[in-house]
């Protein structure tokens, strides 16, 4: 069975660091792009970036570009997310998702259970 | 940028067929897929490129996309499709994924 389990939730104060993550089973974990969703509350997805843990190919959205860094451990089958100064509006739900599809053009057919950030003094 | 637009909210009731559509430029040169996503819980994909149905994913839900309209039709719809509905695709001018801006169900 694939499966994605993320970490816990998270209470952080501005100007912290934070390295969230996601660790895959249940299938080649290096053979697929896994992907990160923002959803601020009450709001929609927002894709973040990706990265291919076969070679830590990584690709950011433009809005969030130089905001956080993607990495991956592929000898642990984990991918991760990361701040390095946290402010009050990265607030959200975090979710990570496996890519499906043998092209770009695919979708993502596994989900993380979300990992909750809340960054507040 | 790729702009996917969804109307903010639909509402059906049971036994109804619900259609929710997705509005992007020429979107029906890209693949589209759907997202429900109920109160608390992470998406669940329901279609894939345009039409397919994940396993466990009832006959219920179809998609099509043409011309600059993705639609995703709820046939006989249940009170447990109460849901939010995104769209998205992969952008190939920008090598960037984008997400509709969702469509809240009710069922009436």
Redesign the interface.
């Known amino acids: 069975e694939v499966q994605l389990v993320q970490s816990g939730a998270e209470v952080k104060k501005p100007g912290e660091s934070l390295k969230i993550s996601c660790k895959g089973s249940g299938y080649s974990f290096t053979s697929y792009w896994i992907?990160w969703?923002r959803q601020m509350p009450g709001k929609?997805?927002?894709?973040m970036g990706?990265i291919y843990p076969g070679d830590s190919d990584t690709?950011y959205?433009?809005s969030f570009q130089g905001q956080v860094t993607i990495s991956a451990d592929k000898s642990i089958s984990t991918a991760y997310l990361q701040w390095s100064s946290l402010k009050a509006s990265d607030t959200a739900m975090y979710?990570c998702?496996r890519h499906?599809?043998t092209d770009?053009?695919?979708?993502?057919?596994y989900?993380?259970?979300?990992t909750l950030v809340t960054v507040s003094s | 940028s790729y702009v996917l637009t969804q109307p903010p909210s639909v509402s059906v009731a049971p036994g109804k067929t619900a259609r929710i559509t997705c509005g992007g430029n020429n979107i029906g040169s890209k693949s589209v897929h759907w997202y429900q996503q109920k109160p608390g819980q992470a998406p669940v994909l329901v279609i894939y490129y345009d039409s397919d149905r994940p396993s466990g994913i009832p006959e219920r839900f179809s998609g099509s996309n043409s011309g600059n309209t993705a639609t995703l039709t709820i046939s006989r719809v249940e009170a447990g499709d109460e849901a939010d509905y995104y769209c998205q695709v992969w952008d190939s001018s920008s090598d960037l994924y984008v997400f509709g801006t969702g469509t809240k169900v009710t069922v009436l």
């Open positions: 992907g969703v929609g997805l927002e894709w990706i690709r959205s433009p979710y998702a499906v599809g770009y053009a695919g979708g993502f057919d989900w993380g259970q979300g």
